[in-house]
């Protein structure tokens, strides 16, 4: 062999041997995880779990990154931060979608659901399945719902009829169908992040908010809410979301597992919230801070007769199809 070709034969066999180093040592995919709450709400859980499945089974392929507390994005930022790719999970509440498509905005009409297992029997349904592909086009797919739970009222002063909250300030999630349901009341609404809510309910800025059992406890409201109605008249949950480009450019088998990890990591978070729901409405009864307010059917029936209508005023935007299909899953 020539001295030229054996120079050229040992520089292909260097090349050959740096590439399958770098292969061999090729970064993990990371997955930022960004969410609002604490890490001990079910939500909190969850993503933590997610964690732990993943580096189980994809140990040294995917890193799990999870920011609670709005550490990384509030949930009026992230899903602006998820088209940039800088951030690749979230589960901000279904409330925060209205931007990108109008039917998610049927989990904000009050009353809608009479519990919990009418909003999964809903979800897991094909209207509620459809609905996670509705903002591909937009650069977002959905992977799956999260429960919080159904929401309550807090206030500073007692709430039994709806004329109790006639003029009240009460803090809202960024979402017009929220906005309509406490003008249904003649109350204020204001639209404030969550990372705010305890602040103006502590210096009085608000009069009252709406919110889970787990996040009234785990935030602390109840510290600085006299008064909690369980109203149970709508529901708080979340859409696990991810980008289109970052889903879709994962290898299939990565994708698989990471759906996998995450399907369960969802079911967890679900069975947490069921049992949360229970454990910590009580532990606000039990502190004796709030006193809890449970309304006679007669005092509820006022409250489904005021905000209904608002159902009307959202049923072109979102779709009668899909509020019939709501209803039926009573």
Partial sequence: ?????????????????????????????????????????PKGQMANKFKELVDQRLGGKVVVEVFPNSQLFG?????EAMILGDVQLAAPSLSKFEKYTDSLQIFDLPFLFNDMAAVEKFQQGPVGQKMLMSMKKKGLIGLGYLHNGMKQLSASDPLRVPADAKGKKFRIMTSDVLEEQFKAVDAMPLKKPFSEVFTLLQTKAIDGQENTWSN????????VQPYITESNHGV???????SAEFWMGLPDDIRT??????????????????????????????????????????????????????????????????????????
Wanted: no cysteine; charged share 30%.
């Fill in 1 to 41: 062999m020539s001295r030229n070709k054996l120079v050229l034969a040992s520089l292909l066999i260097a090349v050959a041997f740096v590439a399958s180093a770098t292969i061999a040592t090729a970064a993990p995919i990371v997955i930022k995880f960004s969410h609002v709450v604490a890490e001990n709400t």
């Fill in 236 to 242: 708080l949950d979340y859409l696990v979301i991810t």
């Fill in 216 to 223: 009234i406890y785990s935030k602390k409201f109840y510290e």
């Fill in 75 to 79: 949930d009026n930022k992230v899903l």
């Fill in 257 to 330: 597992e990471v759906k996998k990890a995450l399907d369960e990591a969802i079911a967890f978070g679900n069975d947490v919230s069921e049992k949360k729901a229970v454990v910590d409405k009580q532990k606000i009864i039990d502190s004796k801070r709030s006193e809890v307010i449970e309304l006679t059917p007669a005092e509820r029936q006022q409250w489904v007769e005021a905000m209904k209508p608002v159902w009307k005023k959202f049923e072109k935007k979102i779709g009668k199809e899909y509020i019939d299909a709501a209803v039926a899953s009573n």
